[in-house]
């Protein structure tokens, strides 16, 4: 027991400086020229989740887009510029919460947007942020997309596929407990995310908003039957991830034992406030990443800023913070 304590205080104390091929650098110079490589950023935009990818044929997209803040939609704005110019093919919205759609609105009305993923909600009134970004979709525009788990984009170099939630018309989807359940939807919001993985080059990742260990467990149970493999044109592998995004900022509702045994990533980016109150990332989730995983490496944007990984057409990746 006071092994596995030292293990868990160690690795914490690394924080900062973590292990594995970090970069320091600056947002406005130590990138290199990324032409023709994957690009996938984790952007310190606080207590919430914004990720933007590039692929390398050019498609450009982002997942979700921070809480509301005039410094995180001029953090917003930096990247997309650098990234993606004014055209985004996706833009996710993984479930209505303001830290994860608060500048849904400002991205909407201010970038040409291809495609919107979102999650299947009857009544979106209880959420402001969500339903007013809505109300700023031109759809003649823009297509207005369900996220489940039958949505995907596959090509020579990579496969982008939706692992969760359940197909609307389902039995047992999140979606209809969602809209139809007796239990009050507002606890049951962080179940609408997806889960998302990409393979390119060989480099795996997985996004998972603030999915639960609820969500979790159905991704590793369609996953042993096979579901996956019989949805997408191309193999859906698992095991050994490379980039991992810890669901939910680090809380404890997330991150099973069996499901960090399953993925064993190498690194687990995230994305959280400085000094939450919330208390994120929880202890337990960190032991668990630490404990049952093959010697992760973790990047937190509360300590280390916007988190770049940039892979080449080989497979061969490096990683890039903001902050020394």
């Known amino acids: 027991m006071m092994k596995r304590v030292l293990i868990v205080i160690i690795s914490l104390l690394l924080f900062c400086s973590s292990c594995g091929c970090v970069v ?136 982008l596929a939706f692992l969760a939630p359940k197909n609307v018309g389902l039995n047992g989807s999140i979606y209809f407990d969602f809209n139809y359940s007796e239990f009050d939807p507002k606890y049951m919001t962080n179940r609408l995310s997806p889960f998302i993985f990409l393979e390119c080059y060989g480099v795996k990742f997985l996004f998972s908003g603030d999915a639960s260990a609820i969500e979790e467990k159905g991704v590793m149970d369609y996953y042993k039957l096979g579901f996956y493999n019989f949805k997408y044109p191309r193999k859906v592998d698992l095991y050994d991830i490379d980039f991992f995004k810890v ?25 959280v406030g400085e000094n939450n109150i919330y208390g994120h990332p929880s202890f337990d989730t960190l032991r668990r990443l630490i404990e049952y995983s093959n010697g992760v490496n973790l990047y937190r944007t509360d300590f280390m800023g916007t988190v770049s990984v940039l892979v080449d057409s080989s497979g061969n990746y490096k990683i890039y913070t903001n902050k020394k």
């Open 24 to 159: 320091a650098s600056s947002v406005n110079n130590g990138l290199p020229d990324a032409l023709g490589l994957l690009e996938v950023h984790y952007l310190d935009v606080g207590q919430g989740d914004c990720i933007i990818i590039k692929l390398p044929d050019g498609t450009c997209g982002m997942i979700d887009c921070g809480e509301f803040d005039k410094e995180n939609q001029t953090l917003i704005s930096k990247w997309l510029s650098r990234v993606c110019g004014d055209t985004l093919e996706f833009l996710v919205l993984t479930h209505p919460d303001s830290d994860h759609v608060g500048n849904a609105e400002y991205v909407i009305a201010n970038y040409k947007i291809n495609k919107l993923y979102i999650p299947f909600i009857v009544d979106d009134s209880p959420y402001p942020y969500f339903h007013d970004a809505l109300g700023k979709v031109d759809r003649s525009k823009t297509k207005v997309i369900i996220s489940e788990d039958t949505v995907y984009k596959c090509t020579d170099d990579y496969i």
């Open 247 to 271: 669901p939910h900022h680090g809380s404890d509702d997330g991150c099973l034992q069996s499901f960090v045994l399953l993925l064993s990533p190498a690194n687990a980016i995230i994305s």
